[in-house]
């Protein structure tokens, strides 16, 4: 991260913006009443991801930002358990998930990675 003076060079940041252009292509497709139910949700939660690790990443305490990047890492979680919900109710097929379970477990391991570093 020292080498890094902006957060959009960052991979995790990247990763995670990709995370969320393919959850949108994802969820146009769920039912149209499920708009403001968990599609809002996910939407959400998929944008908080790459919003926190930034606002994390422009604090200049280590305390700062590994509060920022735990509620990056919270949101990456609620992203995934929404994909495997969205399954269970038949918004879409467990192949259509897949790769985004994947991408979310990369960003996982990135953050875990940042925060580890943070801690030593």
Not at 36 to 45: E, N, Y
Not at 51 to 64: H, I, L, P, Q, V
Not at 111 to 119: D, G, V
Request: proline letters at 1%; a positive charge.
């Amino acid at each position: 991260m020292a080498s890094i003076k902006r957060f959009e060079d960052a991979e995790i940041w990247q990763d995670s913006i990709n995370l969320s252009k393919k959850v949108y292509l994802v969820v146009q497709k769920f039912p149209a009443n499920e708009q403001f139910g968990l599609t809002s949700q996910i939407k959400r939660a998929v944008n908080s991801v790459s919003a926190n690790f930034a606002e994390g990443f422009g604090r200049f305490s280590t305390k700062n930002k590994h509060h920022f990047y735990t509620i990056s890492y919270g949101s990456l979680l609620e992203v995934k358990n929404f994909l495997y919900l969205s399954v269970e109710l038949g918004f879409c097929r467990r192949d259509d998930i897949i790769n985004l379970i994947k991408d979310t477990e990369t960003i996982q391991k990135q953050l875990n990675a940042l925060m580890k570093a943070l801690r030593s």
